[in-house]
């Protein structure tokens, strides 16, 4: 199955692009199409790899 999600920082550190960028690639990486706005991050793929990351990343 498949799934898109829609991720926004908020309160983000004078620092934040680095890390961000890094996530980014690390979405990649792990084979997701990742979309970018201005506004937020859209995350496409199996629905087991965005779940079982969002859940992970969240702890």
């Known amino acids: 199955m498949k799934i898109s999600e ?11 692009q680095n890390n961000i960028i890094c996530f980014i690639k690390k979405l990649e ?3 997701l ?16 790899k965005v779940a079982i990351r969002e859940v992970c990343a969240t702890q």
């Not at 829609?6 to 934040?16: C, K, Q, R, V």
């Not at 990742?34 to 995350?43: G, Y």
């Open 6 to 16: 829609a991720l926004t920082f908020s309160s983000l550190p004078d620092n934040f």
């Open 29 to 31: 990486n792990l084979g």
């Open 33 to 48: 199409a990742v979309l970018e706005s201005p506004l937020h991050i859209q995350v496409y793929g199996s629905y087991v």
